[in-house]
Structure formats: C-alpha cells, structure tokens
C-alpha cells in the first residue's frame, strides 16, 4: 500500500489521454448559433488523463485517509459515530433522482420521505414543525434566528440584542451578527452550567433570544434550562436551542418540553449522515407553534393521503436554500431513524452518555478535569499540570492509528480537550483509546521532545502551517516558463 | 443492534467502573418530569429487509422514472461516468470528518486542492474555495462578500437571474443593513438593458450581480458589463448555474469579472431531488481574506515533503465568531470532491465535447420546432443550453399535460416564477439527449393541436 | 531596544515618542499570544485615527485580531517591510517589527498611558486570572 502523496494530477496530465467514454456527436458544428468572440478558445494547463491513472490517483489518494470506517473519532462537538451501509444502498437508488422541478404528482415518494422525517423530529423533540431545508447547522442557524427575527417584527416588538454563552460555538455568534442582532456574552458558572440569576443580569427589552447549546459544548446539561426559558418568555424574549448535541438526550428528553422556541439539528452528527470530510451535511430547524408560519418555503404538507408544496409565505418569501433542501441526506437520516425504532433510539443516547463517563473516570487521574459537573456524552480535560501542550499529545495519538479528540475547543478551557466516543464504539476501542491517552501522557513525562516532534508514522509528519498561510499556494500553477 | 456494540456484560462492568447503578443516573440533571418519555408514537424497529421492502413502497409512488426530461432551470441532468460513482463512494472519502488533523487526511485535501484549481482554471479566476452550500446560497454570500469589502451599502442585481437565487439573496440581505435594486431585462432580448444599468450605479454600489447564461439561456454580454461597473468603481460578479458552460463559453475571468458565484452540480451531482448539490465562488486574488468557506494550502511537512492543510481559518467563524464574514462550517466537501473526480474523468476534450453538445442539441431543437406553428421560441439570440417556448394557442399547463401524457416532461412553466406569463415554458438540452430524443420531444410538441 | 521609555496600553500596544511623531507596535505579550504572524493590514497613509481605534489588523494562524492606536494621530509612515516578512512582529515587536508612525493629535493623551513598570504589573494581572 502506497502511503506517499500522488503526483498532483496536473503533472501526470498529457494531451491526448482521454478518461471518458462518449458517444459519437450526432448534431454538427455549424449549428452552433453563438459568435465566435462568445466561444471559448482553451481551458490552458487543464487535465487530461486515462482512467487507469485516474483509479491509480484516487485510490492512493484514499490510502491517506483515517476515517470512521477506519477506526477510532472521538472529536468532541462532531459526533462522529458509525454510517450505516443500508442508509447508502437506499439513498443511491434510482427511484429517487428526480429532477426538483418535477411535478409534484410524480414524486409523491420524495414528498412522503421529506413529511415522514419531519414528523418523525417532531415526536422526538416536540416542536410543531421542521423546515428541512437548511444545509448545515450553521445554515440552520441563521435561519432559525430569522425565523425569531419575523416573529418578533410581526408582533412589533423587533429587539435588537442576541444573548450568547461563553462556552458557545462559533457559528453561534456569527450567525447572529448575519442576522443583524448585536451579539452579547454571558459568562457560565464555576459548574460550567448558566445561571437563572445571570441570565436575568443581561435581561432588558432588547433582548431577542438567548442562543444556547444543551447540552453545552462542556458536555454539561443545562439544568436550569426550564426555569431559563420562563425567564424568557417572560421578558418576551425566545430560546434558541443548538442542537448539535442532541446525541447526548434523543429519546430521553425532548427540547420542546425544556422550554425551545427554535432549535437545530445536525443531521450529519445526531442522525448518523455521512461527514464526507466536510459535509454535504444537513440542519433541519424546529420551531414552537407560533412560528410556524414563518418557516422558509418550500412547505410540504398532507392534504388527505396527497402531498402537496407550498412556494410561497404571505411574509414575503424568506427561501434559505435551492429547491427542497440536501434530499439525499435527509433520506439516510430518515432510514437511520426506521431502522433504530422506539426500541434502540433510546439506546443511542444511553451508550453515548455511558461510553463518555467510562472515559472520564479511567482518564480523571491523569488529567486536570476544569468542571466536576456531570458529563453527559462528551467530557472535557485540559492541558494543567502537562509538560507537553494539547496539539502535541493529538498529534501522538495519530501515530497510534486513532484520531485525535477535538483540541482548544471550547476557548473557556485551556488547552481543551474535548472527547465524545459516541455510541457506535466498543468498550474494546474506548479501553485501547484509554491505554494509547496513558501511554503518551507517560512519555510526555519522560521524554516530551519526542511527543512535541509527532507524528513518526503518518503520511506526512507535521505541517507547516505558518507557511502555508504565508505562502498561499491555493491551486497549481505551471511553473513558470520563460515567457512569463 | 448492530450499531451499538456494547453488550449488557459490558454496559454492567462499565456501570460498576463509573460507580453507578443504573445508565438513567446519568441522566439525573434533566428535569425528572420531562425526561424519559414514553416512546409508544415512535415506530418499531425495521430490519433490513423490512427497510429494503418499505423503500421500495414508498418508491412505487414516484412515477416519474421512465419520462424523457427536458428539465433544467438551475439542475440539469448530466451524463455521470460510472468511475465517478466507484471513486467517490470509497470510505476513505465518504467517512472521514472535516480535515483538521492534516496528516491523516492527504487525500481529502490534495483532493480538494485539485479540485480549488479545476474549478479556478475553468472560471478563469485566481483562486476558488472548496465549497458552499448551492448557487443560490453562493450567490448571496458573492454580494455580501462585495458590499463588506467595498464597504458601501448598495448592490444591485440582474432581473434575470434564477427567481430562486433572487429570493435567497433576499432573505440574505433582510435585516442586514444594505439595500438591493433590480436591474430589469428586455423582454424582446431576454437580456439586460445596459443603458438603465449605468443610470443604477452610484457611489455607493458595491456592485452589480448578473447571471450568464441567464434564467432563459441567453449569454450576457460580461465583459461590457464589467467595464462599465469598474469604470464607476463597482464589482462585477457573475453567477453561473450550469457550469459545464464554463468549458464552452468565454469564462467569465477573461471577462474580467471580479467574483464567480455559482451551482456546479453538472460536475457529477445526480439531480437527487436538488440536493446534495454544490456552490461554488471563485475571485481575484484581492478578495481571498474576506472569502467565505474552507480553502486548502499547500506547504511542506517536518521532513520537507509536500503536503496540504487548511489554510486561512482565520476568516472563518471559528476563530473570527461575530467578525467572520459567512458562517458557514459544514459545506459541500464530498460533492466538491466527487466534482473533482468527475473533472478529471471527463478531462479538458470531454469537458468541451459535452459542453459544446449541449448547445448544439439545443440549436438542433430550435431548427426544429421552427417549423411547427403552435409553439415559438421566444429568444433566439445567443442562447446557451435552454430556450423559452412561447405556446401559442391556449395555456402552458394544459400543453404540458398533453406531452406528459406522452411521457414526456418539456420544460418548466414559467408562470411558477413569474405569474403573468402564461404561456412560457422554459426547455433544456444536454448531452444526455440524443437526437432522436429531441425529435420526439418536436413530433410531440406537433401533434398537439 | 530598550523599552523603559515606552508608553503601553491595556490592549497590549506601545508609543515611543519623539517630538510629536508616536511609533506605534504590539507588545511581546501581544505577539506571544498571537503564535506566528503571518499577515498584517497596515493603516492607509495620511488616515487619521482617534486614540483606541482599531487602525492595524493583524492575523497568525490562529487568531486574528485588530491593533488599536495608543493616540489620537494621522499616519505619516507604516513599516511596510512587514507586507513580506510579518514574523518581524515576533523577532522584535520594539524594534523591526514597528507598525506605524502618526503626527499626534494631542499629545496631552500620552498621559493616561502606563509606563514600562505600569504595564508589567498589568500583564502579571491579567495572566493570574
């Protein structure tokens, strides 16, 4: 097995070589009705390459890769449990590749897959309705506070002012700003957990929504969130639930009952949707009954045993994204939810939580735990007392086949290590991952130069990365001929 | 259940390790009364073959497989090479997680750095990012990238842009503080009115976003565009939605546009009901700091060999939070990927073969059906891949119900995005029609009275 | 370079004085906490700022954050040797790695700045927390 980079593709490129297969052209060239001055001449330097060296390309390119299929991902935040194979052989059948702009009539199949996963998040987390629309959490995101945003125009009463925890996401805070609201921090307890008291501190009438993710991107559980969402909607303002950790509550609590007005979710976490190193991913938003009339179109809705769309909002349209939505994520999500069933869905969350307090207890005396408050299905250790620093002990643990747990996030832990096995892991990975964090904490003791200077046995050592935010080579470029 | 390994052996030694009795003791923060619910309305638990079977059902009542398309209007059917499937589908691609540790993940980014520089060389830009959500997604982060940057307030776009890409850069600009003016279109050319877009152009426009080819099919006349909004200090951005015309048409970098925005779902994405699908932005290089999404450099490792890592995240959200200029994290990464893939499969030749075919196919249907009397194509000048058909006696619904009763789907109707026109449909040629496809969609179109 | 005549601001900047022309950097606290420099926005010539406002913006790999002016002043030079080696912040944040200089607009703001002593004990403070 070849671990070495491939030559870029560019430089393996000769004219003449042909990668594809096509048919005869069947219409000739003086058809063609545009001048030439509209006509492309080249496409310089582009590639041309056989299939053969195409297969070779990529299937080295892959023998570089760590993925879940591989082993081990305890990145905190990311829940990067297991894809299951029925989900891909069910999303890559024919019967569902319709053009969007099909007639409705013609696709009820697709409308009836797209209502039955809305419906399906709407028992496990009881909001009222789901727009399947958005294409990440992020997106979600933003939507979801525009949705706040209407509401709160509608009823006159616009406010300008979003409450965001210290602990939060980044996507949190810019979200909020691309949704025109001026963002404020509110800073969590010594328990890692936000305060009733604290919240009603940065209370006022400007107050639109505080922005808050359940658990907490500690891992915590946000036990005062009942009482924190009566605070809010007392002061007339709304919560919004991120729910990029849902994994650490499915089928045990529902964010509707906690007091959510708008939540996300993350399809490609919670709903086990594949990563595909970076998405495409998908962030369905929930929303409380009387918002519902301000979710983006497209709508689908049941008239009977018919499925029919609605493109347009008496609010003016407020679209977030091309025609329905990532269709062929919400399909594995939906296979995902059908397969696990009321009997396992529980499960999910029972063995993720389980899995993240085994670690914590094998790991606590090795590490400097910042909050003794109880994990759910991520825990957080820093970097206090370590004679190497977070990335280097990340770094080791490559070399030990795994990957690493997410580091220096969140920013209000120094050093953070954040782990989040998920539940599709054994105890068998979680004790080898246990015994690879003892032993590169003991070498870190004994000898810390050697940790500081991996990884040994990757692909490729460690990366400059200074120099590639100096340099910027971003594309390939031929070199550069005499001419130029 | 096979995606939870843990056996109740284990979850017990587990449990006793922790020092707890019961998993639910985990759970004693979340308010007794609203946890542990009854899951009675959830379903039961399906087998394989139980979700084979209930796919399959819920498949029997799409009944559009088998109808000869002529669909496009932002998602066009393409021919996918078999390898683009076999490649893209590998685990090592489709399972990984974002590549923030570098040194395991050489293959997703000399990918998507492959890819970074496709997708510069067809737009004929400097640099390219690796992915947003889709077109009308990237087009509204293209005008928010252009009104931060200018730091002016006024942006103004195209009429004839995607109705659905308009309606997004809407929502985008809602309640942020700038104000956006449509540029109409001649409804003889179907292009835009150059003279009124010079009257629109004040100090403060940051720019002016236009489509090419546009909604109807017809090229735009970029680099005249692009000279007037540079000679009053303005961007000119360009969307494309169907980025095969990128290796067919002058690219818009040689038009001196400033920013491409667009869909390259044509680039291997099967139409999937519109989604995943894959937005793209590519600039000159003065844009690069403010640019939204991920961007792959490439550097040397401790050993000095060449490697690849994410570079520029300081422009993302994640460090820049209430600063950054999109928020976006997740993207499209796997569809950029597999775009990759498809590129290099199909290589420079197939790329302009099948762009070339998809404009001829689609002069083939225009000579045509010129010969018939109860349609007419409306734009005849300088289309690309699409025509408007004007139906001439009656309505457009009821002359659509007449082909898909032949199993044929002709085209769009065009009162879906703009109510008054009755009777225009919007049709679409590639190069996954053959010409025997297209004279049945001619015999069809004549057979109706 | 000797820094016992500069002044300091909380935000981890410094002045050196010389007539009415201030030399604007960061401090070695600031470029510390930065990690490698690897690109800065100068300030336009001839643009004037107001005392604390943001007039330099300064990127590593893993943050980005602005420079804000010690004083009130208009930009009379920028070191524009820092376009192509940026990493002169950390070498010598006192001495090469200088950003700017302006014609100060009142010199009488010099006072509410800390001397080198001042700052000392405030950055101790502040790495207690």
Known sequence: MNKQLPELMFLKSRDGKEGCSLSAPEIADDLCVLAADKLRKDIADFPQLSEVEIVRHYTNLAHLNHSVDAGFYPLGSCTMKYNPKINEKIANQPEWNAHPYSPIHLVQGNLEIMKSLEELLMKITAMAAFTLTPAAGAHGELTGLRVIRDYLTAKGDARKIVLIPDSAHGTNPASSVLCGYQTKEIPSNENGILEGETLKKHLDKDVAALMITNPNTLGIFEKNIVEIARILHENGSLLYMDGANMNAFMGIAKPGDLGADVIHLNLHKTFATPHGGGGPGSGPVGVAKDLVKF?????????????????????????????????????????????????????????????????????????????????????????????????????????????????????????????????????????????????????????????????????????????????????????????N | MRYLPLTETEREEMRKTIGIKETKELFSDIPKDKSYFSLA????????????????????????????????????????????????????????????????????????????????????????????????????????????????????????????????????????????????????????????????????????????????????????????????????????????????????????????????????????????????IAAKSEFLRQMPGRFVGQTLDSKGNRGYVLTLSTREQHIKRERATSNICTN?????????????????????????????????????????????????????????????????????????????????????????????????FTEIHRKKDIDQLVQAIGEIK | MSTKDLKFTEKHEWANVNGNIATFGITDYAQHQFGDIVFIELPTMGKSFSKGAACANIESV????????????????????????????????????????????????????????????????????
């Open chain 2, 332 to 428: 499209e990464a796997w569809c950029a990927f597999r775009a990759g893939i498809y590129l290099a499969t199909m290589g420079k030749k197939g790329l302009q073969s099948i762009a070339k075919t998809n404009h001829l196919n689609t002069a083939y249907f225009v000579k045509e059906v010129s010969k018939l009397n109860n349609v007419k194509v409306k734009y005849q000048k300088d289309y690309y891949n699409e025509v408007v058909l004007e139906v001439q006696n009656g309505k457009t619904d009821d002359f659509l119900n007449k082909l898909e009763a032949k199993k044929i789907l002709a085209g769009i109707p065009l009162h879906w995005f703009y109510p008054d026109q009755k009777n225009t449909i919007l049709v679409n």
């Open chain 1, 295 to 483: 979710l983006p179109v497209p709508i689908i809705t049941h008239e009977g045993k018919e499925y029919k769309v609605r493109y347009h909002n008496e609010s003016g349209s407020n679209r977030v994204k091309n025609f329905y939505g990532n269709f062929l994520v919400i399909i594995r999500a939906l296979v995902y939810l059908l397969e696990l069933g009321k009997e396992n869905i529980r499960q999910v969350a029972e063995d993720a939580v389980l899995n993240a307090n085994y670690i914590r207890k094998k790991l606590e005396p090795y590490l400097d735990l910042p909050y003794k408050s109880k994990s759910l299905h991520e825990v957080i250790f820093s970097d206090k007392g370590l004679t190497v620093k977070t990335l280097d002990i990340a770094k080791r643990i490559l070399d030990y086949g795994m990957h690493p747990f997410t580091i220096y996030f969140p920013l209000i832990v120094h050093g953070a290590m954040m782990i989040e096995p998920t539940e599709t892991e054994s105890k068998e990975t979680l004790d080898q991952f246990i015994d690879i964090m003892i032993k590169i904490l003991d070498e870190a003791k004994k000898d810390p130069a050697f940790v500081q200077g991996a990884p040994y046995s990757t692909p490729v050592t460690r990366l400059d990365e200074v120099m590639a935010a100096k340099q910027l080579i971003l594309r390939w470029k031929p070199a550069a001929t005499k001419t």
């Open chain 2, 41 to 280: 309305d959830l379903p039961a638990a399906l087998s394989e073959s139980e979700l084979l079977d209930k796919f399959k059902e819920i498949g029997r009542k799409n009944i559009f497989p088998g109808f000869l398309s002529f669909l496009g209007a932002g998602a066009y059917q393409h021919f996918i090479p078999e390898l683009v499937n076999f490649l893209s589908n590998k685990s090592e691609f489709l399972t990984p997680y974002t590549p923030y540790q570098p040194e395991v993940s050489q293959g997703s980014l000399q990918g998507m750095f492959e890819y970074q520089t496709m997708m510069a060389q067809l737009t004929g830009m400097d640099i390219a990012n690796s992915s947003l959500y889709d077109g009308g997604t990237a087009a509204a982060e293209g005008i928010v990238l252009a009104l931060k940057k200018s730091k002016k307030q006024h942006i103004l776009i195209a009429g004839n842009i995607h109705p659905e890409y308009i309606e997004i850069m809407q929502t985008y600009i809602k309640y942020l503080d700038y104000k956006m003016d449509l540029v109409p279109f001649d409804p003889q050319s179907g292009k835009l009115k150059l003279a009124e877009l010079e009257g629109k152009i004040d100090q403060d426009t940051a720019g002016f976003i236009f489509q090419s080819p546009n909604f109807f099919g017809v090229v735009e006349e970029g680099k005249q565009i692009s000279t007037m909004l540079h000679s009053k200090n303005s961007y000119s951005i360009q969307i494309v939605t169907e980025a095969l015309s990128l290796a067919f048409l002058v690219p818009p970098g040689e038009n001196d546009v400033d920013l491409v925005v667009g869909e390259a779902q044509s680039f291997g994405l099967p139409l999937g009901f519109g989604g995943p699908y894959l937005g793209f």
């Open chain 3, 62 to 129: 893993k943050a980005v954050a602005d420079m804000y002016a010690p004083v009130s002043g208009e930009v009379t030079e920028v070191n524009s040797s820092l376009e192509n080696a940026p990493e002169q912040i950390n070498k010598e944040p006192y001495g090469a790695g200088w950003v700017c200089k302006v014609k100060m607009a009142d010199a009488a703001e010099l006072d509410s700045l800390m001397d080198e002593s001042a700052y000392e004990n405030y950055v101790k403070s502040v790495e207690e927390k």
